[in-house]
């Protein structure tokens, strides 16, 4: 059982480049998120989605989309990378509104210069 | 957006010594949760917290969910060198509202 699965595990990217991360889990979770982790922050969301086919913003869902066409699958795009994209990127899934315990996967680190 | 204080940001402690941190926000929250995080991995949960004044402990971990919502804290007892790592301490608003404090960097020396 992988539980969730992040990739790629780091990217560096120029400024204004394109890039998708995918998340995948295999535990049949409904929720998903994604989450950005900051030097001397907490992490911060970025989006979520409750179902297949739906989203919803987080806290800070500048500069990111994301699309849910899977149960399973769950990907963070950035259109037009900047240097503030800078972070570690996190997925996490929980498998109902009655369990807050996330799972997360072990992270992307992204460097945009 | 709402913040959660977690403190202290480090520790430095000898092998066998207890630990507490904790987290205080203006904000109530409906649960709180403990996460530990170790170096290249995310986050994994610890202690869960759904009720105000719930005290729930998980082998050398204790965890308790304050009378006024705002507020939480975590105790290790007995620290062993495995334990090093980033705390987080998460409360949750709403449904998918998951607000996390900045972490404590624990570190044990043997």
């Known amino acids: 059982n992988a539980g969730v699965t992040q990739t790629p595990k780091f990217r560096v990217l120029k400024t204004g480049q394109s890039m998708t991360l995918l998340c995948a889990q295999d535990m049949n979770h409904e929720y998903m998120y994604w989450y950005r982790q900051d030097p001397g922050m907490g992490l911060r969301l970025i989006h979520y989605?409750?179902?297949?086919?739906?989203?919803a913003k987080g806290e800070v869902p500048d500069g990111y989309n994301v699309s849910r066409l899977k149960k399973q699958n769950f990907l963070l795009g950035l259109e037009s990378a900047a240097p503030s994209q800078t972070s570690v990127y996190f997925c996490a899934s929980r498998e109902s509104s009655a369990n807050y315990g996330y799972t997360f996967g072990s992270g992307t680190r992204l460097t945009v210069v | 957006g709402q913040q959660l204080n977690q403190s202290p940001q480090s520790m430095f402690i000898q092998e066998g010594e207890d630990v507490s941190m904790n987290c205080t926000s203006s904000s109530i929250f409906n649960t709180w949760l403990w996460y530990k995080q170790d170096p290249g991995e995310g986050p994994v949960l610890l202690i869960a917290l759904y009720k105000a004044g719930e005290l729930t402990s998980n082998g050398r971990l204790t965890a308790q969910f304050g009378i006024t919502r705002k507020d939480s804290f975590l105790n290790i007892s007995a620290s062993i060198p495995s334990d090093v790592g980033i705390y987080f301490c998460?409360?949750?608003?709403?449904?998918?509202?998951?607000?996390f404090g900045a972490g404590t960097r624990l570190t044990v020396k043997p």
């Open positions: 998460a409360g949750q608003l709403g449904n998918n509202d998951m607000r």
């Open positions: 989605s409750v179902g297949e086919g739906t989203t």
